[in-house]
């Protein structure tokens, strides 16, 4: 199975600044929560392209926007919401959601991925329901998500990456393969 390639603002949970995400309730039954180096709102997710095509994508971004604080709103189940395949938190930022569509185009072009058409949506992916999930595992997750309080939390958005999956998924999903700090 060729892995997956995406660019994302990596979200540091680090020191003090972290005890939102080192505090949460711990997930139920047959969920993973992400390692703290996984933590990341995407700006695209590109599939299983070749390294080739993911680097061409990552060479493409235009001028980076700016380093910004944002805000932890609501937690809640992503995917369809009848099964769904991720509990996220939605992050606000003026023009977030805008830096992230114009960020993602170009991406996608130059690595002749499949684009998403969706409106760019800023979450963050806290965990994830394990593939044996059943439905009453994911009905908890939905649960977990509703009693999670971190609304208002900030965090700071000032790099981006490109990453693939880790060598060794057993710990942390993720490894960034290239990484830029955002202008301040």
């Known amino acids: 199975m060729q892995a997956n390639w995406f660019i994302a603002f990596p979200v540091s ?23 703290p180096d996984d933590l990341h709102i995407t700006v695209a997710f590109l599939g299983g392209v070749s390294e080739e095509a993911a680097r061409a994508a990552w060479a493409a971004l235009p001028a980076l926007p700016t380093a910004t604080r944002a805000l932890l709103r609501e937690v809640k189940g ?13 992050v606000e930022a003026p023009g977030l959601a805008h830096e992230i ?12 991925c499949r684009a998403d058409q969706r409106p760019p949506l800023a979450h963050m992916t806290l965990g ?6 059943t439905r009453q595992d994911r009905q908890a997750g939905l649960d977990w998500c509703r009693g999670v ?10 790099s981006i990456a490109l990453y693939t999956w880790a060598a060794d998924r057993g710990t942390q999903l993720f490894d960034k393969v290239e990484h830029r700090a955002l202008p301040v």
């Open 128 to 133: 994830r329901p394990e593939r044996s999930a």
């Open 101 to 112: 569509g114009r960020l993602r185009q170009p991406a996608y072009t130059a690595s002749a």
């Open 78 to 90: 992503m995917g369809n919401p009848k099964e769904p395949s991720a509990w996220s938190v939605m």
């Open 13 to 35: 949970v680090e020191g003090d600044t972290g005890a939102w995400f080192h505090n949460l309730p711990p997930l139920p039954t047959n969920s993973r929560k992400f390692h």
């Open 149 to 158: 309080r971190i609304h208002n939390t900030e965090v700071q958005i000032d």
